[in-house]
């Protein structure tokens, strides 16, 4: 009944508005923001508690959605944001969004990702070309080790909703929301909305790409991650120069040739891998990055193994792989 209330609704704007203006004309968008939106949604002014607002506020909403998203939520192919409602302290549940025509949801979505704008929303550090399926299982770990699952809802692997329900579901984050705003959303949330339940976390930068890129690739099929062990880098490598690199990060724990008997491995438990005993000619290359880069406890070895892909850069990272590969058979 709500919804078809509100087709009523907007069927009477566009009654009201010469033919054709609604097609493009920001006439058409300006009409429908100042009858209906502006009833729950505010569209100027300064950030202000959750508390004293209806629904979110959407005067950054020309850099937040994506615009097919937005198309879609307009015209009513997209279910509820908020799995309870908008106002988590308020026990009612939130009514059906008003449904647009495909050209009047256009129509405003175009008008709204020309106007509002937020000068604050840069573009993000994090280059999703580059993003991958090991980064995106750190961030995972990320979103549960500070408590997101807490309030947003995600899917598990059989499709099944989990996490808490107060705040918006994440589920299909990566086709909802633009990059900018993540990147500048992670920096502080309540910066957009103060009392928001969101809370300034204490992480890294290189964290905050792992938790925003893992975000981007919610509800995005087959999203393509970067193979870094298939770039330029890892056709040039040379294990001459790996050698070198070996010596000078990895002799310390695994010996001059590689058995586990360097200086540093003496307290250590569990101790070094004994590299001249392991076939790493046969190891797939994905799973010696992830080692190397990300360290052992990403590939559920020892955390004994540091992470090395902030030190080495990454012609080093290619070139070292490469000497192990050529140095150690296990024979």
């Known amino acids: 009944m709500w919804r078809f209330l509100m087709r009523g609704v907007s069927l009477l704007v566009l009654l009201s508005v010469p033919s ?14 100042n009858s209906q939106c502006k009833n729950c949604h505010r569209f100027e002014g300064q950030p202000t508690s959750k508390f004293e607002l ?48 495909h050209e009047e949801a256009t129509a405003l979505a175009d008008y709204m990702e020309k106007t509002y704008r937020d000068s604050r929303v840069k573009k993000s550090f994090v280059d999703m070309s580059t993003f991958t399926e090991m ?17 947003h809802q995600i899917k598990d692997d059989e499709g099944k909703n989990i996490g808490g329900p107060i705040s918006v579901d994440l589920f299909d984050a990566g086709n909802r929301y633009t ?18 339940g969101e ?5 890294s930068p290189r964290k905050a790409r792992h938790i925003i890129g893992y975000l981007m690739t919610l509800g995005v099929k087959d999203f393509k991650f970067y193979e870094p062990w298939n770039s330029a880098a890892f ?15 990895c002799v310390q724990c695994h010996g001059p040739q590689g058995k586990g008997d360097g200086p540093g491995a003496k307290g250590l438990d569990p101790k070094p891998a004994v590299h001249a005993d392991l076939p790493l ?12 880069y ?38």
């Open 20 to 33: 054709g203006l609604w097609a493009g004309d920001d006439g058409f968008a300006e009409k429908i923001i």
């Open 54 to 101: 209806k629904a979110p506020d959407l005067m950054w909403s020309g850099v937040k959605y994506q615009r097919p998203w937005l198309i879609r939520w307009l015209v009513g192919q997209e279910s509820n944001l908020y799995p309870n409602s908008y106002r988590w302290d308020k026990s009612t549940f939130s009514g059906k969004h008003m449904v647009l025509m």
């Open 135 to 151: 980064e995106a299982s750190l961030g995972a770990d990320i979103y549960r080790q500070y408590s997101c699952m807490g309030c």
């Open 179 to 196: 990059l900018d705003w993540w990147s500048r959303f992670a920096e502080n949330p309540q910066d957009f909305t103060p009392h928001s």
């Open 199 to 203: 809370y300034l976390a204490d992480i």
């Open 235 to 249: 056709k040039n490598a040379d294990a001459k120069r790996g050698g070198k690199v070996y010596k000078e990060y």
């Open 281 to 292: 000619a046969d190891y797939p290359e994905d799973y010696l990055y992830n080692l190397v």
């Open 294 to 331: 990300y360290g052992g406890k990403s590939v559920g070895k020892s955390p004994n193994m540091p992470d090395w892909g902030m030190t080495l850069p990454e012609q080093s990272l290619a070139d070292v792989i490469a000497y192990v590969r050529s140095t150690f058979k296990g024979q």
